[in-house]
């Protein structure tokens, strides 16, 4: 199966980003032909430092290879160095009905954060989206639940292009997690955890012990005092124990029984420590690629090289269907 994802190198990453994507992809890179992408193309979207994506990007390369990336399983590389996601993209954007875009989620919550930049990025968004995926002959799209409907209109992109010019292109599918495809906010159990919230409801993947703790203690909960996984009655707890239980391997139900008659503040104080534990090692292994800059160049350089020759063979296909190559 080949394998396609990617992620905006847009601050720090979270465990939603973790158990929602990454832990996913780790465990698919063991047995299929994986490629997983930087994407600052779409990092663009929404309002950033010009100055400090450069930065971002090499910080979120660490982050990955801490988190087990092995560039020698998959194809690991920086989106705006492949020229051809941009080309693609612009070809896509004749078969996709603007409708289409404008129905989307993130386009509609996004411009109401960012109201006075909404930009025509944000809105051709899914369409860089779909060409990323498209270039690379993708099986399967390994995402947290709030990407499922961009991975669907990559496919009816897939199908319309094929339709009017001639199959080219496989139809990707999109893989959630069984669990924890939609961690929530700890401030705000009703909404995602995201990087560009409130850092309060969001535990990074590198924050220290204190940090953990204390985000933890403060998350919210609901009224009540048990410690019971239900989602519609006990939001705040429920995110608790899926977090607890993802990073333990233990079941909600063997938690719930763990913690019969225990309340709140036992929980919070055991779910602290599991993940100041089960966090250290990504703390540990970034801070030695923090030494090794030529080695992560070196890592990037070899992905493009390679993602590059699967992008080129794509767009000679596509150039040829579309009419602009003879
Ligand atoms: P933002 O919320 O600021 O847009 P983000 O935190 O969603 O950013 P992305 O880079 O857009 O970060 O997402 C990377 C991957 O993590 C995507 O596959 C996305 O679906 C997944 N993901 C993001 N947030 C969560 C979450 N709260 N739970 C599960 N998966 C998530
Ligand atoms: N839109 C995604 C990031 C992304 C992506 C992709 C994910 C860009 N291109 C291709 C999977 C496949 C997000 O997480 N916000």
Redesign the pocket.
């Known amino acids: 199966m080949r394998i396609f994802?990617?992620?905006?190198p847009?601050?720090e990453i979270?465990i939603?980003?973790y158990?929602?994507?990454?832990k996913n992809w780790i465990a698919l890179q063991e047995k299929n032909e994986c490629v997983f992408s930087i994407v600052d193309l779409h990092a663009m979207t929404?309002p950033y430092l010009p100055q400090e994506l450069q930065k971002n990007i090499m910080e979120v390369t660490k982050v990955y290879l801490a988190a087990g990336l092995n560039p020698e399983k998959c194809i690991f590389f920086v989106q705006s160095q492949i020229k051809e996601h941009t080309e693609l993209s612009w070809l896509l954007s004749t078969v996709t009905p603007i409708g289409d875009l404008q129905r989307m989620t993130?386009f509609k919550e996004?411009s109401v954060k960012h109201k006075r930049d909404v930009n025509a990025g944000l809105l051709n968004y899914p369409i860089l989206m779909a060409a990323d995926i498209l270039l690379y002959g993708t099986d399967l799209v390994?995402?947290?639940?709030?990407?499922k409907q961009h991975v669907e209109l990559a496919r009816e992109i897939a199908r319309r292009f094929n339709k009017k010019f001639g199959k080219t292109f496989k139809e990707p599918e999109v893989l959630l997690p069984k669990t924890?495809?939609?961690?929530?906010s700890l401030q705000n159990p009703e909404k995602?955890?995201?990087?560009?919230?409130n850092p309060q409801g969001c535990i990074e993947l590198l924050d220290k012990p204190d940090a953990i703790r204390k985000k933890i203690m403060t998350a919210v909960t609901d009224p009540g005092k048990e410690i019971k996984y239900d989602v519609s009655q006990k939001p705040g707890i429920s995110n608790l124990l899926t977090i607890y239980s993802l990073f333990s391997g233990i079941s909600t139900t063997d938690i719930e029984k763990e913690f019969e008659g225990k309340g709140y503040q036992t929980f919070k104080e055991k779910l602290s420590q599991l993940l100041i534990e089960k966090l250290e090692p990504f703390r540990r292994k970034k801070k030695e690629l923090e030494l090794r800059q030529t080695l992560l160049e070196k890592i990037l350089e070899e992905g493009r090289k390679r993602a590059q020759i699967i992008a080129q063979e794509t767009m000679k296909k596509v150039r040829k269907k579309m009419g602009l190559l003879k």
């Open positions: 994802s990617g992620i905006r847009t601050g979270h939603g980003n158990l929602g994507a990454i929404t993130q996004k390994p995402v947290g639940k709030d990407q924890g495809a939609k961690i929530m995602k955890m995201s990087k560009t919230d």
